[in-house]
C-alpha cells in the first residue's frame, strides 16, 4: 500500500493500520518512493485506543505539533533498509 507525500495524519495512520502492516510506502505524485511511516517510529500513533492523551505541558505541545502533520513529515527517507518494513504485522 502506498499513500501520498501530503496525506494527513489520520489517514496516514487509517492506511497503516487497514494495511494490516508495519509500514506503508510515501510516494509523490509521480509514483516515486519517498519513504515509509512506520509502527515503529511512531507507536503513540498506533495504540489500542488511539493516539496517547498526553498530561503534562511538554506532551501537548508535542501531540499538538503532529496535529497538522503530513506524511511527508511522519516518514522515514528512502535510502535505509526497506525490507523489515513491509513484514505482517500478524
Do not use: N
Not at 505539533?65 to 503530513?70: E, V
Amino acid at each position: 500500500m502506498t499513500i501520498g507525500a501530503d496525506t494527513g495524519l489520520q489517514q496516514v495512520v487509517d492506511a497503516v493500520e487497514s494495511a494490516g502492516a508495519r509500514a506503508v510506502a510515501v510516494v509523490d505524485a509521480s509514483g516515486r518512493f519517498l519513504g515509509v511511516v512506520d509502527r515503529d517510529t511512531y507507536p503513540q500513533l498506533f495504540e489500542a485506543d488511539g493516539p496517547r492523551v498526553a498530561g503534562t505541558p511538554r506532551q501537548r505541545r508535542r501531540r499538538d505539533r503532529m496535529a497538522g502533520a503530513t506524511a511527508r513529515d511522519l516518514m522515514t527517507p528512502a535510502g535505509t533498509e526497506p525490507s523489515a518494513w513491509f513484514r505482517s504485522s500478524a
